[in-house]
């Protein structure tokens, strides 16, 4: 039905707006990926200890020795004085993993808002996540895959935003969700975020907050039981910028916060991590990233992993301004795993990304 409904909304779009008015892009990343894991099996995912289950959690790259598709998705958006609106209809591996309890998986984005006064717009549908310093298409970040922090991080949040923006580079805005983490959307659980943003041309640094019951268990903290899913609250906190040293060097780095307390539990569960990137634009049409990422988690949050280390090397080429073609080694160390064990895992990737405007 949302399905249906989010295709009543694309037509309302359209019918409204003369052909020139109306935002229309499709894009998709092909990729082909290995791995020095020697388990049987075209899936980079295999049930195991250490960093091997921390693929689990990767939405980016799954499958080993075929060439496969991360993301198809087509666009359409529209913004005029009083309004504006986006619906994102998307398909791939991505949605496979981080969008497989999700009975709207194949819609990434779809809302719609109106100014109310000067700079300050009241959005409402679904959005992506405010949180963090990675997007979740590929081709709006540095690197393909994605970093640790960035899995931790809810995709998408369903709900309203109250955005103001004033003096150009300044954003500030509130959210209220559904629910931030969990695929369902049954508006019960509410969540709540804060996004400040300072985006100048050389220099740019943004806060999000998000808290909420996140939990399925019952609403009535004396019902909870053991045989019902936890309640817990999250918090999160991402802190995320990004500086233009020269032409030729940017820096992007991040920070995460992330605690759960659980509800008649005597354990809580969170993450600390942080993230720092470094992109040299060789030329016009060559760019490389370097990316180091360091998290240490409680075993509720990666049951096998609570430390690790994440190395990344990436090269991209520009054969057209709507095209690339990225080469990237990716290390992964886990120095924390059960029974003392230590896990590493060497991964390296192709990926083919394009992108059509009207």
């Known amino acids: 039905?949302?399905?249906?409904?989010?295709?009543?909304?694309?037509?309302?779009?359209?019918?409204?707006?003369?052909?020139?008015?109306?935002?229309?892009?499709?894009?998709?990343?092909?990729?082909?990926?290995?791995?020095?894991?020697?388990?049987?099996?075209?899936?980079?995912?295999p049930n195991r200890y250490g960093i091997f289950q921390l693929k689990d959690n990767f939405n980016v790259n799954t499958k080993k020795g075929v060439f496969d598709y991360n993301?198809?998705?087509?666009?359409?958006?529209?913004?005029?004085?009083?309004?504006?609106?986006?619906?994102?209809?998307?398909?791939?591996?991505?949605?496979?993993?981080?969008?497989?309890?999700?009975?709207?998986?194949?819609?990434?984005?779809?809302?719609?808002?109106?100014?109310?006064?000067?700079?300050?717009?009241?959005?409402?549908g679904r959005f992506q996540t405010h949180l963090g310093g990675e997007a979740y298409a590929p081709k709006d970040n540095w690197l393909s895959s994605h970093s640790i922090l960035t899995v931790v991080e809810p995709i998408t949040h369903s709900g309203a935003r109250l955005t103001y923006e004033f003096l150009d580079?300044?954003?500030?805005?509130?959210?209220?969700?559904?629910?931030?983490?969990?695929?369902?959307?049954?508006?019960?659980?509410?969540?709540?975020?804060?996004?400040?943003?300072?985006?100048?041309?050389?220099?740019?640094?943004?806060?999000?907050?998000?808290?909420?019951?996140?939990?399925?268990?019952?609403?009535?903290?004396?019902?909870?039981?053991?045989?019902?899913?936890?309640?817990?609250?999250?918090?999160?906190?991402?802190?995320?910028?990004?500086?233009?040293l020269t032409e030729e060097l940017e820096v992007k780095g991040q920070i995460d916060l992330y605690v759960a307390e659980v509800i008649n539990k005597t354990h809580d569960k969170g993450l600390f991590g942080a993230s720092i990137q470094s992109r040299l634009h060789i030329n016009d049409k060559f760019k490389s990233t370097v990316r180091v990422s360091w998290w240490n988690a409680s075993s509720l949050v990666f049951p096998q992993i609570p430390k690790g280390l994440g190395y990344t090397l990436g090269f991209e080429y520009l054969p057209t301004n709507n095209t690339y073609l990225r080469i990237e080694g990716r290390y992964l160390n886990d120095y924390g795993s059960i029974m003392n064990y230590t896990y590493d895992r060497l991964e390296a990737a192709l990926n083919f990304g394009f992108k059509l405007d009207n």
């Open 1 to 45: 039905m949302r399905i249906i409904i989010a295709f009543i909304f694309v037509f309302c779009i359209t019918a409204a707006s003369r052909a020139d008015d109306l935002k229309i892009q499709a894009y998709g990343d092909f990729y082909i990926a290995t791995d020095d894991n020697n388990d049987v099996g075209v899936s980079s995912y």
């Open 169 to 244: 580079d300044f954003e500030v805005s509130l959210h209220i969700y559904n629910n931030g983490l969990r695929a369902s959307e049954d508006n019960v659980f509410k969540s709540y975020g804060f996004y400040h943003a300072y985006n100048g041309e050389e220099f740019k640094i943004a806060y999000a907050w998000l808290f909420g019951n996140e939990g399925s268990g019952y609403i009535d903290e004396n019902e909870f039981d053991d045989f019902s899913d936890p309640i817990y609250y999250s918090n999160f906190h991402t802190l995320s910028t990004e500086l233009k």
């Open 71 to 124: 993301l198809l998705q087509i666009s359409f958006s529209k913004k005029t004085d009083d309004f504006r609106g986006i619906l994102i209809l998307h398909d791939g591996a991505m949605v496979d993993v981080g969008y497989q309890m999700d009975f709207i998986r194949f819609v990434q984005e779809a809302n719609f808002g109106v100014q109310l006064f000067y700079n300050l717009w009241l959005d409402v």
